[in-house]
């Protein structure tokens, strides 16, 4: 065993270790930690911006896009918003302990389904500093232990918000230990997180693609799959052209980096010639860079014509592939082949059209006449989110505090036997 894969298991059985801790708190102990947390970061937000600086610094020095140099920025705002993110998590109901539901047998056994911790929960991100606190809040508030692997480009950020983490659980008298961070940034170590095979009862990759598939191919432990967000809107021939082009935009450039952000732009061929050119010098005046069918094309002479792969990629960027579809079905079809089962959403004044895109399209979320902005775990109300599970097994969509608790039995007697 190296040195790196023995670091990270100590990491593992330092967790296993003080989850029945968490396990056992009460929710005014657990929000209690919350709101120690959000002081501190609050009163040490000159420290997280001193060492948010150094990463800004390097990632500039690498060349990294200003696209993606937006997702790993901390300002001011962006800090105060994640304590204000934990008192409103604080203000949430602790699932722990919830009773689904309650029945007796004919022998006199009471059974029920009771909401528990996971146990110790991992996450593999990149970039984005602030999933550090929104990670591991939802973990505390839930009784899980966790730990946490984010990017190298993101290390002197995330360093800093793990200490004044674990120094808000010292000052509570528990154990700094239930937030831990992988601070090798060796791929070996990400490896090696994903074998914890024991000790891990639970990892959550967050990024693109290309780590999302290598967590999935490579772990040994429970993995739910998160965020790559091809997503769509489709305006129906029914569409509101102010109301869509309002949407549209907001979806695109409001933050193109974010999984959530718009990528692709179905337009029905009857509304094609108002809407087009209504939208797309909106865009064009963005920054947006348009590529489109030859449908597309004959509206927007400028549009630099799309390829296949245009239409299956998640840019995170200022680039757009458009379409112009010649009904409801192609839309849905269209979505079904290239879509990343995140986020769609159909702009339409037809109430048959909204129900069978509700129905028809398979997505995490599925929206009517609103921007796909929206997906978003402070937005439904969750308080914060680990991610945006793309897939069906346990958690689908935004993942708040449900998403990290299991279901256990509990069985009430009074001397049974099984005969």
Known sequence: MSKIEEYVLELGKKAKKVAPVLAGLSSKKKNEILLEIAENLENEEEKIMTANSADLEAAKKNGMKESLLDRLVLTKARIHDMAHSLRELVKLEDPIGEVERMWRRPNGLQIGQVRAPLGVVGIIYESRPNVTVDAAALALKTGNAIILRGGSEALHSNTALVELMRKALAALDLPPDAVQLVQSTDREAARALMQLHGYLDLLIPRGGAGLIRTVVENSSVPVIETGVGNCHIFVDDSADPEKARAIVLNAKVQRPSVCNALETLLVHEKIASIFLPLVGQDLKDRGVELRGCRETKAILPWVREATEEDYGTEYLDLVLAVKVVDSIDEAISHIAQYGSKHSES???????????????????????????????????????????????LHARGPMGLHALTTLKYVILGDGQVRE
Not at 359 to 379: L, P
């Open 346 to 392: 159909i702009l339409t004044n037809d109430y048959a059209h909204a129900r069978r895109f509700l129905q028809e399209v398979d997505a995490a979320a599925v929206y009517v006449n609103a921007s796909t902005r929206f997906t978003d775990g402070f937005e439904f109300g969750f308080g914060a989110e680990l991610g945006i599970s793309t897939q069906k």
